[in-house]
T-cell receptor
Framework: RKEVEQDPGPFNVPEGATVAFNCTYS??????FFWYRQDCRKEPKLLMS???SGNEDGRFTAQLNRASQYISLLIRDSKLSDSATYLC??????????FGTGTRLLVSP | GAVVSQHPSRVICKSGTSVKIECRSL??????MFWYRQFPKQSLMLMAT?????????EQGVEKDKFLINHASLTLSTLTVTSAHPEDSSFYIC????????????FGSGTRLTVV
């Protein structure tokens, strides 16, 4: 079993749609959680951290369920510029980040 | 915010040669930097953790004699791919964490290595 698992997609949605991505992780001792965005052939860029209480940043909402070892990202009112690969990232301790393979999102006009 | 500069962005080299990739933290000090490798349509895989003033820590399966890491200062880490082979062709990315911030790791822009 992979340490961090994501549905690779692609998710094809029209502009304005709401889309949700899920991620599960296997290490129950994982300490911190992030969503990164990666555009084609570019480096990952931090989208948001994920907190147990849930957190929101504009159109993006992240949730963490430690009991189920599950992380989610919700994007509302999708824009064309949201098209990218979204990486679920888990800090398993000692600053070691483990990346999911990413979920690809394609937003169409 | 924290900025990590990585050079070169792209390099093509012949089999058997060595390639050096630099990673610099521009506005913060990083006692630890991380080197990742990403093959097409795969996730980033941690290769090694670079520690300022001491030996790097390599992940299982990564050859330390092939991937030489030097972290001689608080703002610079280098990765040298020695005796490069075509299968070493990949996207190499470094990252560091600004401990003044509470979250997140900043990544360099990556180096696309092609070995011919």
């Amino acid at each position: 079993r992979k340490e961090v698992e994501q549905d690779p997609g692609p998710f094809n949605v029209p502009e304005g749609a709401t889309v949700a991505f899920n991620c599960t992780y296997s290490n129950s001792a994982s300490q911190s959680f992030f969503w990164y965005r990666q555009d084609c052939r570019k480096e990952p860029k931090l989208l948001m951290s994920v907190y147990s209480s849930g957190n929101e940043d504009g159109r993006f909402t992240a949730q963490l369920n430690r009991a189920s070892q599950y992380i989610s990202l919700l994007i509302r009112d999708s824009k064309l510029s949201d098209s990218a690969t979204y990486l679920c990232v888990v800090n398993t301790g000692f600053q070691k980040l483990v990346f999911g393979t990413g979920t690809r999102l394609l937003v169409s006009p | 915010g924290a900025v990590v500069s990585q050079h070169p962005s792209r390099v093509i080299c012949k089999s058997g040669t060595s390639v050096k990739i630099e990673c610099r933290s521009l506005d913060f000090q990083a006692t630890t930097m991380f080197w990742y490798r990403q093959f097409p349509k795969q996730s980033l895989m941690l290769m090694a953790t670079s520690n300022e003033g001491s030996k790097a820590t390599y992940e299982q399966g990564v050859e330390k004699d092939k991937f030489l890491i030097n972290h001689a200062s608080l703002t610079l880490s280098t990765l040298t791919v020695t005796s490069a082979h075509p299968e070493d062709s990949s996207f190499y990315i470094c990252s560091a964490r600004d401990l003044r911030q509470n979250y997140g790791y900043t990544f360099g822009s990556g180096t696309r290595l092609t070995v011919v």
